[in-house]
């Protein structure tokens, strides 16, 4: 089947071609409403409603509405405030339940996309090919470790399907924005496998330098056993190009500054079952980000000043493995048992030009350093009553930069009658220091090795919800 369906406005044209093949043109209607599961808040697939604040965007939704970024889904949960620093490509900060911008933990299939401490420019974010988006709103350290202090946000790829399918898109805008996608999809009935990639660039606001390029692509393999085994792998890569023309005050001046990032990340889940109530999973992933900014001189009269001539860039990479049992002994409760290991690594180099007027000389930043972290943490969900559920966890996570911090978190949910519950948790979350706080020695900027982890304590009252 083949349709193209086009659609004008003013300021925008838009052209989307789908292509699937003639399996996918049956049309099966749900005959009964399955409950959402969510997994961020407890790690486990679990039926909503739980003791937690949480929202589930769905990718379809989102695409059919036109949303490409992560950063404008976001914007409408409760709770979450953006804030843009400019057009395309300048740096977007995510603020959750009025916490700082790294105090909020970002996963895509289980791979933290956030830098040592939390930090994230989430400007830079698509939806193309997730499933879902899911937020979870409060502390959750005793889960995810460092850093997800008032909140974590996970992003889902696509599973693959039986039936093989494709899908094009293109559309066109102001600003000289462009924009497409293609996605393949099919499997079998043990496996499933999708493919996807797009670009979005853009001129820009001002009218000069202002360009943004940004390239993605994905993949996700599924296989699933008889015996209830599973493996996915995930695989995502980006490359983003800027321009920003403007100087301290805002004023578009330059027509050489550019920003560069280029993020791969990788992640595989391993589950099987190993007696009638014990099954084990075992997670690992790898993370690597290289950001730059270059600003070269704009005339050959351009040669007096502070940095006049710049190049800066740093590699970080985030690796981890996480293995947990998770014991159904009774059909009212689970016991979660982990534990694992996340090494962290950032090498930077910098270098500003500058002359006040008794020659041109450099000033050299350049900065190494790493972490390794171990961690080990229990849960327990348990449905007392059909209507009651209970959760409580701990998490001790040990650093060798910073030394051992421990949390903890309880919370219950009641369902007090169809569409009315009312919940309440209390618990504990940290934010680890940067690598700069912890060890830079430049003239700007003086690291203390002796810093401790930012710890917080929150209560959430009992409140009713739909």
Same mark, same amino acid.
């Given at each position: 089947m083949k349709s193209?369906?086009? =659609?004008?406005?003013?300021?925008?044209?838009?052209? &989307?071609?789908?292509?699937?093949?003639?399996?996918?043109? =049956?049309?099966?209607?749900?005959?009964?409403?399955?409950? #959402?599961?969510?997994? @961020?808040? @407890?790690?486990?697939?679990?039926?909503?409603?739980?003791? !937690?604040?949480?929202?589930?965007?769905?990718?379809? #939704? &989102?695409?059919?509405?036109?949303? $490409?970024?992560?950063?404008?889904?976001?914007?409408?949960?409760?709770?979450? !405030?953006?804030?843009?620093?400019?057009s395309y490509g300048a740096v977007t900060s995510l603020f959750l339940r009025g916490g700082e911008s790294d105090y909020v933990k970002v996963l895509l299939d289980g791979v933290p996309l956030n830098l040592p401490g939390g930090s994230l420019n989430i400007g830079d974010l698509t939806t193309d090919d997730l499933d879902r988006?899911?937020?979870?709103?409060?502390?959750?350290?005793?889960?995810?470790?460092? #850093?997800?202090?008032?909140?974590?946000?996970q992003l889902f790829t696509r599973h693959g399907s039986a039936e093989r399918s494709g899908s094009l898109g293109v559309r066109r805008g102001t600003?000289?924005?462009?924009?497409?996608?293609?996605?393949?999809?099919?499997?079998?009935?043990? @496996?499933g496998l999708s493919v996807a990639a797009s670009r979005f660039a853009s001129d820009g606001i001002y009218?000069?330098?202002?360009?943004?390029?940004? $390239?993605?692509?994905?993949? =996700? &393999?599924?296989?699933?056993?008889?015996?209830?085994?599973?493996?996915?792998? @995930? !695989?995502?890569?980006?490359?983003?190009?800027?321009?920003?023309?403007?100087?301290?005050?805002?004023?578009?001046?330059?027509?050489?500054? =550019?920003?560069?990032? $280029?993020?791969?990340s990788l992640g595989a889940e391993a589950?099987?079952?190993?007696?009638?109530?014990? *099954?084990? *999973? &075992?997670?690992?992933?790898?993370? $690597?980000?290289?950001?730059?900014?270059t600003n070269r001189s704009d005339t050959p009269t351009d040669t007096l000043g502070y940095g006049f001539d710049s190049d800066r860039s740093a590699v970080t990479w985030r690796r981890g493995i996480d293995g947990r049992l998770d014991w159904r002994r009774l059909p009212q409760a689970t016991l979660s048992i982990g534990g694992g290991v996340e090494r962290e690594e950032i090498t930077s180099t910098g270098r500003t030009r500058q002359n006040y007027g008794g020659g041109a000389f450099d000033d050299a930043t350049d900065f190494s350093a790493d972490r390794n972290t171990r961690h080990a943490y229990a849960q327990l969900l348990a449905t007392p009553h059909r209507n009651v559920s209970l959760q409580l966890g701990s998490r001790l996570d040990d650093n060798s930069a910073f030394g051992r911090f421990s949390t903890w978190r309880a919370g219950a949910s009641i369902q007090l009658r169809p569409g009315t519950r009312v919940w309440g948790a209390v618990g504990t979350a940290f934010k680890a220091p940067t690598f700069a706080e912890l060890f830079a020695a430049d003239p700007y900027e003086i690291g203390n090795p002796g810093l401790a982890p930012s710890g917080l304590e929150m209560r959430k009252s009992p409140w009713p919800g739909n």
């Amino acid at each position: 089947m083949k349709s193209l369906v086009c =659609r004008a406005f003013p300021g925008l044209f838009a052209c &989307l071609v789908a292509v699937s093949t003639a399996s996918a043109q =049956r049309v099966v209607r749900d005959t009964a409403a399955l409950a #959402d599961l969510v997994v @961020t808040a @407890t790690r486990l697939p679990t039926a909503a409603p739980v003791a !937690a604040a949480t929202t589930v965007l769905r990718g379809d #939704d &989102l695409r059919a509405r036109g949303v $490409r970024l992560v950063q404008d889904a976001l914007r409408e949960v409760p709770g979450v !405030a953006i804030v843009q620093n400019g057009s395309y490509g300048a740096v977007t900060s995510l603020f959750l339940r009025g916490g700082e911008s790294d105090y909020v933990k970002v996963l895509l299939d289980g791979v933290p996309l956030n830098l040592p401490g939390g930090s994230l420019n989430i400007g830079d974010l698509t939806t193309d090919d997730l499933d879902r988006i899911e937020v979870v709103r409060g502390p959750v350290s005793v889960l995810y470790g460092a #850093d997800a202090m008032s909140g974590v946000i996970q992003l889902f790829t696509r599973h693959g399907s039986a039936e093989r399918s494709g899908s094009l898109g293109v559309r066109r805008g102001t600003f000289g924005a462009r924009d497409w996608n293609a996605r393949v999809s099919g499997g079998s009935a043990q @496996t499933g496998l999708s493919v996807a990639a797009s670009r979005f660039a853009s001129d820009g606001i001002y009218p000069f330098n202002s360009h943004y390029d940004n $390239r993605v692509g994905s993949a =996700r &393999l599924d296989w699933r056993a008889a015996n209830g085994g599973a493996i996915a792998v @995930t !695989a995502r890569g980006g490359d983003v190009s800027a321009g920003y023309p403007t100087d301290f005050a805002g004023v578009p001046v330059d027509r050489n500054q =550019r920003t560069t990032e $280029r993020r791969l990340s990788l992640g595989a889940e391993a589950s099987a079952p190993l007696g009638q109530s014990l *099954t084990g *999973t &075992l997670q690992g992933f790898a993370s $690597r980000l290289r950001a730059g900014a270059t600003n070269r001189s704009d005339t050959p009269t351009d040669t007096l000043g502070y940095g006049f001539d710049s190049d800066r860039s740093a590699v970080t990479w985030r690796r981890g493995i996480d293995g947990r049992l998770d014991w159904r002994r009774l059909p009212q409760a689970t016991l979660s048992i982990g534990g694992g290991v996340e090494r962290e690594e950032i090498t930077s180099t910098g270098r500003t030009r500058q002359n006040y007027g008794g020659g041109a000389f450099d000033d050299a930043t350049d900065f190494s350093a790493d972490r390794n972290t171990r961690h080990a943490y229990a849960q327990l969900l348990a449905t007392p009553h059909r209507n009651v559920s209970l959760q409580l966890g701990s998490r001790l996570d040990d650093n060798s930069a910073f030394g051992r911090f421990s949390t903890w978190r309880a919370g219950a949910s009641i369902q007090l009658r169809p569409g009315t519950r009312v919940w309440g948790a209390v618990g504990t979350a940290f934010k680890a220091p940067t690598f700069a706080e912890l060890f830079a020695a430049d003239p700007y900027e003086i690291g203390n090795p002796g810093l401790a982890p930012s710890g917080l304590e929150m209560r959430k009252s009992p409140w009713p919800g739909n």
